[in-house]
C-alpha cells in the first residue's frame, strides 16, 4: 500500500521536472551558453583563436578582408575566448537553446568579415578593425574610434603619439 501513498502525494505536489519547451525554464546566473560577437568592438588580435581548446574559432585571410568564423558545434563554452577578449567583442549569453536538426548543422555558426580600407592619412591596405582603448587616458570617443578604425596600423600608432598616449 506504499505504493498508493506516493502515487497521492505526486498527484497532490504536480510534476517535479520544467514544463520546457512548453514554458519557461531555469536557467543559473552564471551559465555560459550561445557565443555572440560584435564585430565594432574587434581588434583582429585573435587572442580568441589562439585560446580555443577545441578550434571552434577560426580567422582566415581573404581578399576582402580578415573573416572571422565560429562554430557553436564545436564550441565547449569554456569561456575562454571571453575572458582573453580584450575588447569584449565575444560575449557568452544565458542562451542554451541550442538544439537544431542535423540539415541546418551548418547554420550554426557566426561569420563576420574585417574588410579592409584605404588608410585615410597614407592610403595603404588596412582593416577596419576597432583601435584597441587599453591604457588610452582619456578614453576614445565615438568620433575617434571610427576615426582610428580607417588607419593603419603606423598611422595609429603616429596618431596616438600626437595624443599623448605612449
Not at 498508493?4 to 555560459?32: D, K, Q
Not at 573573416?67 to 577578449?85: Q, S
Not at 588596412?126 to 587599453?134: Q, V
Request: aromatic share 10%; net charge positive.
Amino acid at each position: 500500500m506504499n505504493y498508493v501513498r506516493t502515487l497521492i502525494r505526486n498527484l497532490i505536489r504536480g510534476p517535479s521536472t520544467e514544463v520546457y519547451p512548453f514554458g519557461p525554464a531555469w536557467t543559473p546566473v552564471h551559465f555560459r551558453g550561445r557565443v555572440e560577437f560584435k564585430l565594432s568592438s574587434c581588434t583582429a588580435c585573435r587572442a580568441c583563436e589562439q585560446v580555443c581548446a577545441p578550434g571552434a574559432i577560426r580567422f582566415d585571410k581573404t581578399p576582402e578582408g580578415l573573416r572571422f568564423m565560429l562554430w557553436h558545434n564545436t564550441c565547449v563554452f569554456c569561456g575562454l575566448c571571453e575572458y582573453y577578449c580584450p575588447t569584449d567583442a565575444i560575449h557568452q549569453t544565458d542562451d542554451w537553446h541550442m538544439a537544431h536538426a542535423t540539415a541546418h548543422q551548418y547554420e550554426m555558426a557566426i561569420r563576420e568579415l574585417i574588410s579592409y580600407v584605404s588608410c585615410t592619412a597614407c592610403g595603404a591596405k588596412a582593416l577596419a578593425s576597432a583601435p584597441n582603448p587599453a591604457g588610452v587616458v582619456p578614453p576614445f570617443t565615438a568620433e575617434e574610434i571610427e576615426i582610428q578604425r580607417n588607419l593603419c596600423p603606423g598611422c595609429r600608432k603616429t596618431a596616438l603619439a600626437e595624443r599623448g598616449v605612449k
